[in-house]
């Protein structure tokens, strides 16, 4: 029962540098998300997509981008990485849109120095 | 935008003691979630309210949905070294598929 599986678990980065936080569940839920959480703060949504093919902006959506190319998989892809993208990083899926459970992956924790 | 406030944002209660967190949404909300985030780990769902006024009960925790549907709350009764953890509501606004979580309540329990 893999669910919601990321990687990397924990990431430094340099000032500049670009990266890719990989996504995949195996739960066939059309729903997947990108949440940060600031240290001892709550979740910010980065972008969401509700089916293959289609991603929209959440709330915090400047200095990342996604694709959704299969309903199992949600990259997060971080260009020209800056300290204030040092947080953990969650990834979720849910059948159907925010009116079900939504499930999360472990996080990656992500420092950018 | 929306805007979810929790409060308190931290709580230390002795073991045993009961616990609430209040959530409050700055628009009237189709539903709500509520999540509990162990340190370290990742928010895990507990359970959804819809209903104007809803209450539902697991086992020490109870669920309040308000009357206007723009705020709610989770009490903890006895609470337990278990319950520790960082507990989030999110709601969800009519006609839109994102969730808004709150700025969370982080409860830590004193033996």
């Known amino acids: 029962n893999a669910g919601v599986t990321q990687t990397p678990k924990f990431r430094i980065l340099k000032i500049g540098q670009s990266m890719t936080l990989q996504c995949t569940q195996d739960?066939?839920?059309?729903?997947m998300y990108w949440y940060r959480q600031d240290p001892g703060m709550g979740l910010k949504l980065i972008y969401y997509s509700v089916g293959a093919g289609i991603t929209d902006k959440g709330e915090v959506p400047n200095g990342y981008n996604v694709s959704r190319s299969t309903t199992e998989d949600f990259p997060l892809r971080l260009e020209l990485a800056a300290p204030s993208q040092t947080s953990v990083y969650f990834c979720?899926?849910?059948?159907?849109?925010?009116?079900?459970?939504?499930?999360f992956g472990e996080g990656s924790w992500l420092t950018v120095v | 935008g929306q805007q979810v406030m929790q409060i308190p944002q931290y709580q230390h209660v002795q073991e045993g003691e009961d616990f609430t967190t209040y959530c409050n949404s700055s628009t009237t909300l189709s539903n709500i979630q509520w999540y509990k985030q162990r340190p370290g780990g990742h928010p895990v769902f507990l359970i959804q309210?819809?209903?104007?006024?809803e209450v539902k009960k697991q086992k020490r925790l109870t669920f309040q949905f308000g009357e206007a549907k723009k705020n709610s709350s989770l009490h903890i009764t006895a609470t337990q070294t278990t319950d520790v953890g960082t507990y989030f509501c999110?709601?969800?606004?009519?006609?839109?598929?994102?969730?808004?979580f709150g700025t969370g309540t982080r409860l830590t329990i004193i033996p």
């Open positions: 739960m066939n839920h059309n729903y």
């Open positions: 999110a709601g969800k606004n009519f006609g839109n598929e994102k969730l808004t």
């Open positions: 979720a899926s849910s059948y159907g849109g925010a009116g079900n459970t939504i499930y």
């Open positions: 309210l819809v209903k104007s006024g």
